[in-house]
């Protein structure tokens, strides 16, 4: 190991942060999780990154790639192995102005891209999130506030650069490694380090935004009749529905129909929102125009000792009522988590569901509970959320790697359908036979055949 330092402090340009350095303890965690690896590495340059790759897998160590650091099972830490921190690879460039087509560093955040794109009138359908990591979003898929218009947020990406396991530098299009482009579009970071991404951007204005609330008490009809409408809205209507919010009276909270506009237009909004306030009784509604950078909320981290724990899935139209029911039970009991609900459809929908490793193009909700606290109130809270998805599981058809705590068996299976998992083992043997690339939603190499 001590060669094999050497080498990496020699060839690598970046920054190298071990225990006891003065910056060790903020480099050492993410967001959400703390963590203690041996080496954190942040690289400046392309050949950092394949300098930094080559040491990880000489290593024998645990390696985590870090983009925003948001992940909730914190896939961007590790104890006693090496970090890969993306944070100084954030160059944001029009690289084609009559294509609309951006070029953006693997270590980026939404929120340095939206201000950077702001000037242009451009926008890339992204999170919701300003510190939320664009590799991290986009690489399992990238569900936001422009997702009915455009799409997920790998469905705007042209190419990629990747550096793989043996320290190589690819780029991955439709027309080169056209298997490591299908792939790294849903099957998260398991093939590579993703140094640059290059985006289709649109044309953007300026969105109606804001929240229409209504009594707990009406819930059961508002969520039936919000889903209701988001089958047949406009397009550029984006809409969640928060139940039990736990800084508004928990399971007395209102209901919460979060609404953003993709446009401009008073009259066209007024049109879309009305189906949506005559809901139920409107007992608050903050829906204004605003710049879409201003959308994005700012992340918190917690602060040490509070956990937050997610868990999501993915519902289709068949199953939408009888969801709604539980979910408007379970919210609006005692002890309920926050529910979130979000809608699909509209652009996502309309790409082959074997076109990206992002498959569960059919859904048309997106069910995400989230608790958080110290270990001890999180543990406290684990009988009524596994019982809640013990209810739900029957009529769920999948998961969003995203939004999970968790990254077990399981998970995996939900992420992935068989499909598209044995799919993306056949990539992994190509690029990671070795499985360097394992904190993650992890797909193992496939077997020779």
């Keep these: 190991m001590t060669s094999a330092l050497d080498t990496l402090r020699r060839d690598f340009g970046g920054d190298i942060i071990e225990p006891g350095d003065a910056d060790y303890e903020s480099a050492a965690r993410s967001r959400l999780v703390a963590g203690s690896p041996a080496h954190v590495l942040r690289p400046k340059t392309v050949g950092d990154v394949q300098a930094a790759v080559r040491f990880a897998a ?7 790639v870090r983009g925003g650091g948001h992940g909730f099972p914190g896939f961007g830490t590790n104890d006693g192995g090496i970090v890969i921190d993306l944070c100084e690879l954030a160059d944001i460039e029009v690289v084609d102005t009559e294509r609309n087509l951006v070029r953006i560093g ?26 939320v990591g664009v590799g991290g979003l986009t690489l399992s898929g990238g569900i936001g ?46 093939f590579g380090v993703v140094t640059s991404f290059d985006f289709a951007a649109h044309r953007t204005t300026r969105v109606f935004f804001g929240k229409v609330s209504f009594p707990a008490a009406e ?3 508002v969520l039936q009749g919000w889903a209701d409408y988001l089958r047949t809205a406009p397009e550029e209507l984006t809409s969640i529905a928060n139940l039990a919010n736990p800084f508004a009276g928990g399971p007395e909270a209102p209901v919460e129909i979060h ?19 005559a809901l139920g009784t409107v007992v608050a509604d903050d829906v204004e125009l605003m710049a879409y950078a201003d959308v994005l909320v700012e ?9 937050v724990v997610a868990h999501d899935g993915l519902v289709d139209r068949e199953s939408v ?17 926050s529910i979130s609900i979000r809608s699909l459809g509209g652009a996502m929908s309309r790409v082959p569901g074997d076109a990206t490793a992002y498959a569960h193009r059919g859904a048309e909700l997106m069910v995400t509970t989230f608790a958080g606290g110290p270990a001890p109130v999180i543990e406290a809270a684990r009988p009524v959320l596994d019982g809640l998805w013990g209810r739900l599981a029957p009529y769920l058809s999948g998961a969003y790697a995203n939004f999970l705590t968790t990254a077990d068996e399981t998970d995996v299976t939900d992420v992935y359908p068989k499909s598209t998992y044995e799919r993306l083992a056949s990539v992994k043997r190509r690029y990671d036979p070795d499985n360097l690339f394992a904190r993650n939603h992890n797909v193992r190499p496939g077997q020779m055949s």
């Design 58 to 64: 000489g290593s024998g160590l645990a390696l985590s």
């Design 106 to 131: 693997g270590g980026a955040t939404w929120g340095q891209v939206a201000d950077a794109l702001a000037p242009h009138d451009l926008a890339i359908s992204s999170g919701d999130t300003r510190s």
């Design 145 to 190: 506030w422009k997702v009915r218009r455009y799409g997920l947020a790998l469905d705007n990406v042209v190419a990629a650069q990747v550096v793989t396991a043996d320290g190589a530098v690819v780029t991955a299009s439709a027309d080169e490694h056209p298997d490591l482009f299908w792939a790294i579009r849903g099957g998260g970071g398991n």
């Design 219 to 221: 819930a059961a009809t």
């Design 259 to 277: 609404v953003a506009f993709d446009g401009d237009d008073p009259d066209a909004a007024a049109r879309a929102l009305e189906p949506l306030r």
């Design 299 to 307: 992340g918190a981290t917690p602060p040490p000792g509070i956990h």
């Design 321 to 337: 009522a009888e969801t709604l029911r539980i979910l408007t039970e379970a919210g609006t009991s005692p002890g309920a988590p």
